[in-house]
């Protein structure tokens, strides 16, 4: 089974508006994390936000913040006020405790485009 | 702070031939992960290093490719000899100590197409 699930190939999202990439994960452990990444047009991977399994409040960073819904396994990454700028693969990932060594596994992403 | 260095960025061979990567670690990055990134799908770890010692391995496929992080710091990947599905990026992150929380910094990648 997938283990993390980013069922939307591609959203289109006009400036200045908010979006939501969905992502749904499957782990038996009850400590995990849970990130998101940017990967623009040059291919670098660019760290956006985390979201531990213990933690009770749902991360925020600037325009990104991350609704987290444990009992559904979503993680769902909102960005709000979209900038052209925004336009980029987005990447969900989770890392599950593994012998002591934490090992990140990735979705297959998502590409989202903003409109002027 | 200077991110991951990664080089060539871009390299063209044909199956059947070697190449070797190389990647920088930010200092004082004691883990430091190779991810393979094929057309259309998320990163999928290879191998990581703690320190120069092999953390996990269990993706590589280790009948061609070969990594190693001589004195904890610099890293190369190998492959030899490439197959036209070696066709991907491939990159290079690092984190502080590996802790579950912790952030993995990726470096710029390097794109190989094998003709």
Redesign the interface.
């Known amino acids: 089974a997938q283990k993390?699930t980013q069922t939307q190939p591609g959203m289109f999202v006009q400036e200045k508006e908010a979006v939501t990439l969905d992502c749904t994960y499957d782990t038996s452990d009850q400590?995990?994390?849970l990130?998101w990444?940017k990967q623009p047009s040059?291919?670098?991977?660019?760290?956006l936000i985390?979201q531990?399994s213990y933690d009770e409040q749902n991360a925020t960073e600037g325009r990104y913040s991350l609704n987290f819904q444990k009992a559904r396994k979503s993680a769902n990454l909102v960005i709000s006020a979209s900038q052209l700028g925004d336009s980029a693969m987005y990447?969900c990932?989770m890392?599950e405790?593994?012998s002591g060594?934490?090992?990140?596994?990735?979705?297959?992403?998502t590409m989202l485009l903003v409109s002027p | 702070e200077a991110g991951v260095a990664q080089s060539p960025r871009y390299k063209i061979i044909e199956k059947r031939q070697s190449v070797a990567f190389w990647c920088n670690p930010i200092s004082g990055h004691a883990t430091l992960y190779w991810y393979q990134q094929i057309l259309g799908q998320g990163p999928k770890l290879l191998i990581q290093f703690q320190n120069n010692g092999v953390v996990d391995d269990s993706q590589l496929p280790k009948d061609r490719f070969s990594a190693e992080r001589l004195k904890g710091v610099d890293s190369t990947l190998k492959i030899q000899p490439a197959k036209l599905e070696d066709s991907a990026v491939y990159l290079c992150a690092s984190s502080l100590v590996g802790g579950p929380q912790e952030t993995q910094y990726f470096g710029p990648g390097t794109r190989l197409l094998v003709l």
């Open positions: 993390i400590s995990y994390g990130f990444y040059s291919g670098e991977m660019i760290f985390y531990g990447f990932a890392r405790l593994n060594y934490s090992t990140l596994t990735f979705g297959k992403g």
